[in-house]
């Protein structure tokens, strides 16, 4: 991408037109050896996936669909930090384009008031307790207007263009994601966690709420109190227990 400022993040581009999903063909180049820092990008998919195997909605022109190749040389147990440090680097770079007031959902949905603008889809290619590749998936709904949602996603999600009412200049705002993602990551295999902890936990839409949280071996209510080191989430139950949640869905309740 000419003009972009980075060493690694972005300075390799697959760019396709129509594509059924760019995380396999992010998978395939990895194993292929492509460089860290590839991005797959394309401008429809017919077939973009989501979290928890739900479908993504992704029109042509109108989002940004994209896939990065990142090979961080940390433990397994970590990598779950590289989906809050994403989510913190797609939300940074929100703000600074569009000025608007973004959240972000645990663990790596961000939202705009009450509704889903971005999802992120970590995916992991590791062997024994090593990590080759991660696949980090962003989906951000950029340009859409309210035509181009299903009824069914009209109440939970929008787009950047309908919360600003301008359009986004999708080049401008991926390379500024790539310089901002940069900066964070190379800070984060420096350092450690504790910066991304802070920035997740300014700008969380979860902490302080009330939860339902359904595990694949439980279901617990509580209050969502903040990140442990290792970015587990922590839920405070009604006896003052603390749970760590490390993957599951939260439901937001009203106390
Ligand atoms: C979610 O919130 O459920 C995650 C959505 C991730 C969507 C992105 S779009 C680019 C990449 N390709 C896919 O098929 N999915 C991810």
Same mark, same amino acid.
């Given at each position: 991408?000419?003009?972009?400022?980075?060493?690694?993040?972005?300075?390799?581009?697959?760019?396709?037109?129509?594509?059924? !999903?760019?995380?396999?063909?992010?998978?395939?180049?990895?194993?292929?050896?492509?460089?860290?820092?590839?991005?797959?990008?394309?401008?429809?998919?017919?077939?973009?996936?989501?979290?928890?195997?739900?479908?993504?909605?992704?029109?042509?022109?109108?989002?940004?669909?994209?896939?990065?190749?990142?090979?961080?040389?940390?433990?397994?147990?970590?990598?779950?930090?590289?989906?809050?440090?994403?989510?913190?680097?797609?939300?940074?770079?929100?703000?600074?384009?569009?000025?608007?007031?973004?959240?972000?959902?645990?663990?790596? *949905?961000?939202?705009?008031? *009450?509704?889903?603008?971005?999802?992120?889809?970590?995916?992991?290619?590791?062997?024994? *307790?090593?990590?080759?590749?991660?696949?980090?998936?962003?989906?951000?709904?950029?340009?859409?207007?309210?035509?181009?949602?299903?009824?069914?996603?009209?109440?939970?999600?929008? !787009?950047?263009?309908?919360?600003?009412?301008?359009?986004?200049?999708?080049?401008?705002?991926?390379?500024?994601?790539?310089?901002?993602?940069?900066?964070?990551?190379?800070?984060?295999?420096?350092?450690?966690?504790?910066?991304?902890?802070?920035?997740?936990?300014?700008?969380?839409?979860?902490?302080?709420?009330?939860?339902?949280?359904?595990?694949?071996?439980?279901?617990?209510?509580?209050?969502?109190?903040?990140?442990?080191?290792?970015?587990?989430?922590?839920?405070?139950?009604?006896?003052?227990?603390?749970?760590?949640?490390?993957?599951? *869905?939260?439901?937001?309740?009203?106390?």
């Amino acid at each position: 991408m000419a003009g972009l400022s980075t060493t690694r993040i972005g300075q390799h581009v697959i760019a396709y037109d129509e594509v059924v !999903s760019t995380q396999p063909l992010a998978h395939e180049a990895a194993a292929k050896g492509a460089a860290e820092g590839t991005l797959v990008l394309a401008e429809q998919q017919t077939g973009g996936k989501g979290r928890l195997g739900r479908p993504w909605h992704s029109p042509k022109g109108t989002g940004i669909w994209m896939s990065l190749i990142v090979r961080p040389a940390i433990p397994l147990p970590k990598t779950p930090q590289m989906t809050l440090l994403t989510a913190v680097s797609v939300a940074g770079t929100i703000r600074e384009e569009t000025g608007l007031p973004v959240k972000i959902k645990w663990p790596n *949905d961000i939202f705009i008031g *009450d509704k889903k603008v971005c999802g992120i889809l970590t995916e992991l290619n590791a062997e024994a *307790d090593r990590v080759n590749y991660l696949v980090i998936g962003i989906g951000l709904n950029a340009n859409s207007v309210q035509a181009d949602f299903p009824e069914e996603l009209l109440a939970i999600a929008t !787009s950047l263009r309908i919360e600003s009412g301008s359009p986004v200049k999708r080049v401008a705002f991926i390379q500024r994601f790539c310089q901002n993602f940069e900066e964070e990551y190379n800070h984060y295999l420096r350092e450690g966690f504790q910066r991304v902890k802070k920035e997740w936990e300014a700008h969380s839409y979860t902490i302080g709420r009330w939860v339902t949280v359904q595990t694949i071996s439980q279901k617990l209510e509580g209050q969502a109190i903040g990140l442990d080191e290792e970015g587990v989430l922590m839920v405070k139950d009604r006896l003052g227990q603390i749970h760590k949640v490390y993957s599951a *869905d939260v439901n937001y309740r009203a106390n």
